[in-house]
């Protein structure tokens, strides 16, 4: 048995396709093939179910690929612990981030972070909470940049910054008026809000302590974009809700209709997230040393009242 067969036990296991697993191994089909067939030879077992499709894991397979997992991860602690004892800070380093984070987050820190790591090969990927998850238990990331708390007995969470909520009201709105925005003034049927999935809209949501069913409204929009609330915003179709970091780069003419909250102000809490094993944890803490430093510049509120995106009744 080698590091190796399980790893290619992986691969199986998870694209349900000899041909597919081999080219995400980057080996050949046969070279692939063989050894999974090796394996199960020298365990007598069959770990797959050929002859359905797509390959099924079987039961006593199920049990060998958990198990394969704990090998391989423990395996890839070895070199992780070389790498921490000789101060090494590099290679393949793979981070998710969340839509409603990426836009504003990513080019304050990114040629920062490169310049100062050079030797980290940073792979970044968009993703949303869920699949983030899901990729950091299969291994596919490293970490991911995610809206806490998200309360995973697998995952550990670091805060990097509470991003404050601040109003986008146009000069016809009802709130327009006032000089502070208090939580008891919103209603969320006059607010638009992202689409179903992104956490800023649950946390939205949750602030304003009502629930997803909206009702009484004359139309629903719910967009993917901060930048198509604004403009629709513009165009007298309500008000938004809008994270700190995205109001820095609204030109002058829409930054006249930021409200601000009073203190405590509600924000959300954005956090690095990673695997409980802590793979990889030097570079890690690299990238949470980077973006804290930066972001903390920034965002000049100090008293935040968090608002979780977690859909608690």
Known sequence: MTITQLQYVLAVAEYQNFTLAAEKSFVTQPTLSMQVQKLEDELDVLIFDRGKKPIAVTEVGKKIVAQAKNIVNEANRIKDIVDQEKGFIGGEFTLGIIPTVMPTLLPMFLNTFIKKYPKVNLIIKEQNTEDMIRNIQDGHLD?????????????????????????????NHRLNGISKLKTEDLDINDILLLRDGHC????????????????????????????????????????????????????????????????????????????KSELKIQITEALREVISSIVRGAIAFQDVKIISPLNKK
């Open 200 to 275: 800023f809209r649950d946390g939205v949501i949750n602030l304003c302590k009502a629930s997803k069913d909206a009702h009484g409204e004359t139309f629903q929009l719910q967009s993917g974009s901060f930048e198509t609330l604004v403009n629709l915003v513009n165009e007298g179709m309500g008000m938004t809700l809008l994270p700190f970091l995205n109001t820095l780069t609204l030109d002058e003419k829409k930054k006249e209709n930021l409200k601000y909250f009073e203190s405590p102000s509600p924000a959300r809490e954005v956090s690095l997230i990673y695997h």
């Open 143 to 171: 970490a991911g940049i995610a809206v806490t708390p998200l309360e995973i007995e697998f995952i550990k969470e670091r805060p990097l910054y509470y991003e404050p909520f601040v109003g986008y009201v146009p000069k």
